[in-house]
């Protein structure tokens, strides 16, 4: 080994810069590991949408005799917006 492979301490002491290393760890990223996690993200925003609607349909009675501050509206609206932000998330892993 040549005297100028062998790194010096002070080189070794400096802390690696964070945007190298972010963009080391972009490239892990295999196309197989996207599909699955998005596939896996947008299967839970369609199942959370399909099954909270018809939770929210299946005691939409008790809802209403209940009075309470959160009616039917306002319960679809966290369904929806809560599949929305899983369906995001599920193409952002997708695509990015």
Known sequence: ???????????????????????????????????VGGGAFLGLA???????QQQLQAQKAAILASKSRFGIRSRSAAITGLSLGLAYLGLYRLFK
Request: glycine share 4%.
């Open 46 to 52: 369609g199942y959370s949408y399909l099954s909270g």
């Open 1 to 35: 080994m040549a005297k100028d492979d062998i790194p010096r301490l002070s080189h070794l002491d400096r802390p690696e810069k964070l945007e190298d290393l972010l963009k080391q760890d972009r490239d892990d990223d295999c196309l197989s590991c996207r599909i």
